[in-house]
């Protein structure tokens, strides 16, 4: 069984700074592609980053396209999410995904029903 456990949320000011951390259990982490996904209260989940398993190939949703960075480590089946500026309309849960991909250069998809295992998720609060 694949587990994912996420870690590094907190409570920030805007403008501050977050690295969002998310380690996969097993030896299969560098055969998926990797998602950050968050949920606002009152609203529904939604993309945030994907990565490719291989050669960093990147997708942002735009509102945090030049603000967030996501990464990954295969050695240490970990991937992250570096955010800056953060802005209060950032506030949520922040889920990692995994779903398999064939090929190293295909980054995953944006919609949450395509990925196979998720994490817990950690809480992101940004006051303004």
């Known amino acids: 069984q694949v587990q994912l456990v996420e870690s590094g949320g907190g409570s920030v000011q805007a403008g501050d700074s977050l690295r969002l951390s998310c380690v996969v259990s097993?030896?299969?982490?560098?055969?998926?592609?990797m998602g950050w996904f968050r949920r606002a209260p009152g609203k529904e989940r939604e993309f945030v980053a994907t990565?490719?398993?291989?050669?960093?190939?990147?997708r942002y949703t735009d509102s945090v396209q030049g603000r967030f960075t996501i990464s990954r480590d295969n050695a240490k089946n970990t991937v992250y999410l570096q955010m800056n500026s953060l802005k209060s309309e950032d506030t949520g849960v922040y889920y990692c995904?995994?779903?398999?991909?064939?090929?190293?250069?295909?980054?995953?998809?944006?919609?949450?029903?395509?990925?196979?295992?998720w994490g817990q998720g950690t809480q992101v609060t940004v006051s303004s």
């Open positions: 990565i490719s398993r291989g050669f960093s190939i990147t």
């Open positions: 097993g030896n299969t982490f560098s055969t998926y592609a």
């Open positions: 995904a995994a779903v398999f991909r064939s090929s190293l250069r295909s980054a995953g998809p944006q919609e949450a029903d395509s990925y196979r295992y």
